[in-house]
């Protein structure tokens, strides 16, 4: 039963929260529209004198995941067409929602509402409870058993029961304003963005524009003059629209053909032996790889057949065939199947030259199809500057803080804003209630975005094949493995470990390509590729290996878990308390379905 709808506003001048209740369980009858809702809280924010006298002329509307709280409103149905589904919930992209609202004297007031979700501009998605933990505000503690009965909460504790209420839109109200105030700070609008990966695309376009470097040159694109039929005004209009060069265009499906995921696969199932199992990842992987591009001089590309011409360091795409010696153990040119990315001792793919550097470094036999050799028309690293400034910034806050958290996921967004729309994806289309596919980004190239993975997938690759053969790996995850190495016997002299060492010193001053991530494991269970977890005793100092292949732990399981050990005084919550608990229920499961 739906018995209230609570806000909280913030505007400059203060602010100020309420709460209105229904007068009955009646869908049709008892529950508000919620054009009414957003109006009445504008009014009770004039009322206290936050709000001027002059009615908003947009109302920025924030709730954490938009798609739950929209449905309790009497008109859903209605409205919900007037915003833009991302990521299966709801915000504004395209038009504000336009609500004819009647406020107390009768006047007609027309509000602009633009809706924002904080759950997709948090990061790491981040549920609410994490997210008001973030910003110091944290929700507030119900007695046992309270949430299961909010009416009797409601009568015997209404103070209670508003404060908890009201909690939560507090804390989206609080991280969408602090999202405007992050946006204006760094040279945007003063508005809260739609998600991070958009807000991390108009940052990197605003860092391009401030240091004179040309969108066009990077991705290859130009303006064209077209003309166009007005028929209000019944003349020709001119308009500018940007497109692919010639010669982009003419290669696009080769570079699209050679753009492939992260290679992850599982090299073993079930237990490992008891041993000292180390978790290793490429520190800033993507932002690292991206860092590798210069600017490339589309306009003078060749085609080479030539294998020798596919080297590391240079911007070349190629279809072709190749064998690697019956005796290579990690195989490192990615095929593509219906099912995922396979690494085959022999096939025909679409691949990048670092990728082709090392499948030579190998042993492997190839022959190029058709290929071309892009060159670079000048130094200058327009995703260094980026990646950079990402670093800068993380480096001036406190660790785990909420911007620092928001800069990391703005780094590490900007290569999948590369690859957006570069394979077929339909999504909901909630204005039509159909579905269309993704549509590419500002920044969307198959080039840039095949090179930069190709970076990562060879230099994975190749540590894999150089490590001794007395150890084993147990998986391979896009930019790490696990394995029983130590970090003294991982080879990092390869040259694509080293080219890669190369702009890592590029980026920090120092050439450690390496980061432990998980450590002194005695026992792994590995379940399938992203399906790891942490078996036996394990150090204190070190967190949960925990890997769940979607795999999620019922919410009674963790409600158990938090209820004993609150029966027990003496125990002290470790910070991955609730991976240890998913960990446990997921290694039991599996012991007893096999």
């Known amino acids: 039963i739906l018995r209230c709808y609570q806000y909280f506003g913030k505007t400059i001048n203060g ?48 709730a954490h995941f938009t798609r739950a709280d929209l449905a309790g409103f009497k008109d859903y149905s209605k409205f919900k067409c007037e915003f833009d589904a991302v990521r299966g919930t709801y915000t504004t992209i395209i ?11 009768k006047h007609k007031r027309d509000l602009k509402i633009i809706l924002r979700d904080t759950a997709v501009l948090s990061p790491n998605n981040s549920s609410l409870e994490s997210l008001g933990e973030l910003h110091g ?45 992050f946006s204006r700070d760094n040279g945007l609008k003063s ?48 308009s500018k629209q940007m497109t692919d060069i010639a010669v ?29 199992w180390i978790d290793l990842d490429l520190g800033g992987a993507y932002s690292t790889a991206l860092s590798a591009i210069k600017t490339p001089d589309y306009r003078t590309t060749t085609v080479s057949t030539q294998v020798a011409d596919y080297k590391k360091d240079c911007f070349g795409f190629a ?6 010696p019956d005796n290579t153990q990690y195989p490192c040119l990615p095929v593509r199947t219906d099912n995922g990315l396979i690494y085959p001792l022999t096939g025909e793919t679409h691949v990048c030259s670092p990728e082709i550097e090392l499948a030579v470094n190998l042993g492997a036999e190839i022959e190029i199809i058709h290929g071309i050799i892009i060159p670079w028309a000048n130094n200058v690293r327009p995703f260094e500057i980026f990646s950079r400034t990402v670093r800068e910034k993380r480096g001036e806050l406190p660790k785990k803080s909420v911007f620092e958290q928001t800069w990391k996921e703005i780094g590490n967004s900007v290569y999948g804003k590369l690859a957006q729309g570069l394979r077929e994806k339909r999504a909901y289309d909630s204005r039509t209630e159909g579905s269309k596919s993704l549509p590419p980004s500002k920044i969307t190239q198959p080039y840039l975005a095949a090179y930069t993975t190709s970076i990562i997938r060879a230099v994975l690759g190749e540590l894999l094949a150089r490590l001794p053969d007395s150890k084993t790996i147990v998986s391979a995850t896009t930019d790490g493995f696990l394995s029983n190495a130590n970090l003294d016997e991982v080879d990092t002299s390869g040259p694509l470990a080293q080219f890669f060492a190369d702009l890592t010193e590029l980026m920090t001053s120092h050439r450690n390509i390496l980061e432990v991530k998980h450590q002194n494991i005695p026992q792994v269970l590995c379940l399938k590729t ?40 003496d125990y002290t919550k470790p910070n991955d308390f609730k991976n240890i608990v998913e960990n446990y229920w997921l290694l039991n499961t599996f012991i007893h379905r096999t």
């Not at 058993?145 to 909690?167: H, N, P, Q, S």
């Open 15 to 62: 602010t100020w929260s309420g709460i209105i209740y229904t007068e009955g369980p009646d869908r049709s009858k008892h529950r508000l529209k919620f054009g009414d809702v957003i109006g009445r809280a504008v009014e009770a924010g004039r009322a206290e004198g936050v709000l001027g006298r002059q009615w908003p002329k947009r109302v920025f509307a924030a």
């Open 95 to 105: 038009d504000p929602y336009v609500y004819k609202f009647r406020d107390k004297q």
């Open 137 to 181: 505000v944290e929700k507030i503690t119900l007695p046992e058993g309270a949430i299961e009965r909010m009416d009797k909460l409601l009568t015997e504790d209404a103070a209670l029961f508003e404060g908890y209420a009201i909690r939560d839109a507090e804390i989206a109200a609080i991280h969408a304003w602090k999202m405007a105030e």
């Open 191 to 238: 508005e809260p963005p739609v998600t991070i990966g958009g807000l991390a695309t108009k940052l990197l376009l605003n860092l391009w524009d401030v240091n004179q470097i040309s969108l066009n040159d990077v991705l290859g694109k130009e303006y064209i003059k077209k003309k166009l039929w007005n028929r209000s005004t019944r003349k020709y209009r001119t």
């Open 248 to 276: 982009v265009h003419n290669h696009s499906t080769l570079a699209t053909e050679a753009y492939h995921g992260g290679r992850n696969e599982a090299y073993m199932f079930g237990f490992t032996k008891l041993d000292n």
């Open 319 to 324: 279809h072709l065939k190749f064998t690697f």
């Open 530 to 569: 992203r399906g790891q977890t942490t078996v036996g005793i394990k150090c204190a100092e070190t967190t949960t290996l925990l890997a769940k292949a979607g795999n999620k732990a019922p919410v009674a399981v963790l409600q158990m878990a938090e209820q004993s050990i609150k029966n027990d005084p």
